[in-house]
């Protein structure tokens, strides 16, 4: 496993030290990955204690670098790491301004409103000329990035050249270094197996270690310099699939460089190499938590009191509809005085035999004020099943909107 999968390992673990010194270490390797920058942003920010200033630096690198090479969802990455880092070190003018940024690019950029919501109660109680305040960013910061280093150290030799040595010499054509193909020649052609995606990119003389290649679960992109002082930069966002970039390769040689993708699903063939459908980052909540982070939540054990949570048009929040059921459907135990058989109007029995829960709203219905049988009704057919209210004072001001419960999504049929 490289140093890159190491610190994605260990950053989805919460092991915030070892995710930092891996991403340093694939960093030195590979100067101009902005993948890397973005992870070791939020590791810093997440290591205890934190490092913001750290953060920063890494995120506007990581901005920088993506607007260089004009990766749409890489610069909204980048800027919302350096708005949460600017956040963090009290210069809430400049945060606000970032995250109006990302706004501008992803509106729909979940995290957001929680961010909107920490700012407001911070610049409320700044006067307008708090240096705090104040908005001094630019869009894309004037950073210095990191260049990709030529260590072939030139050498200066004498010999003595044989007679032998110095015919040949002379009959060999001078060696060409750099890209021999030019930038309108260059060409990819790919194949699939049911393991793997196989991309190949024909390019003479790609220098191995001037090539910046980064390889993402549903991306590809390298890039590297041309004789004419240009960079070419080729890259597939996203790929029609998921991959395992931990698993994939990639080989530069003398004709072309060559990718080979693991998939993630073995057997199942691409129709094509991109899709036409963006990957929609499902990983990012507050602080920009991945995949994974979710999953741990959502998977987590509850405490064995804590029922299950319907939509309500509530206020004071989702009820334990179960619960309530289940205690109001029981009967009370009744004490007889003498000569009395019995006093209950003869609901309970009405629905003894019914499902507990629809027994309760049937019992609620049946024993409620018009008002409240109104609320029900409307509040039921407009949200298409999802809310049920008994407040006509609430629900009679207008149309009850579809509430779907978290983690799905409301269609119209």
Known sequence: MDQAAKGSTALNSKDFSAAVTHYTDAIAVNPQAVDYYIKRSTAYTRV???????????????????????????????????????????????????????????????????????????????????????????QYPDVEVPIVKDDKKSTTTTTVESAESRSNSTQQPPRLEGVQTPANKIRHEWYQTNDNVVISLFAKGVPK??????????????????????DFDF??????????????IAKVM??????????????????????????????????????EDVKRAVLADRPANSGPSYPTSSKSGPKNWDKVADDLTKKPKKEKKDGEEGGDDGLEEDYEGADPVNGFFQQLYARADLDTKRAMMKSYQESNGTALSTNWAEVGKGKVETQPPDGMEAKPW
Not at 235 to 248: E, F, K, R, V, Y
Not at 262 to 273: A, D, I, V
């Open 209 to 230: 270690d001037k090539a910046t290649i980064e390889i993402q679960n549903r991306s590809l992109a390298i890039s590297f310099p041309l004789p004419t002082g240009s």
């Open 254 to 291: 003398s004709a072309k460089v060559e990718f080979t993708l693991k998939k993630t699903s073995p057997g199942k063939m691409w129709p094509k190499l991109e899709s036409d459908t963006p990957v929609i980052d499902a990983d990012k909540g507050e602080n920009g938590d991945t995949c």
């Open 235 to 248: 890259s597939l966002d996203p790929l029609h699939g998921q991959i395992d970039a931990a698993a994939s």
């Open 48 to 138: 205890s204690p934190p490092d913001h200033t750290a953060a920063l630096s890494d995120a506007e690198i990581a901005l920088t670098l993506a607007a260089k090479r004009g990766k749409r969802e890489l610069i909204i990455q980048a800027q919302l790491r350096r708005a949460i880092a600017l956040f963090s070190h009290e210069r809430y003018g400049d945060a606000r301004q970032c995250f109006e940024w990302v706004k501008q690019m992803d509106e729909k950029e979940k995290s957001l409103k929680i961010w909107e919501m920490k700012l407001d109660n911070k610049l409320k109680d700044l006067g307008e000329n708090d240096e705090k305040a104040k908005a001094t960013v630019k």
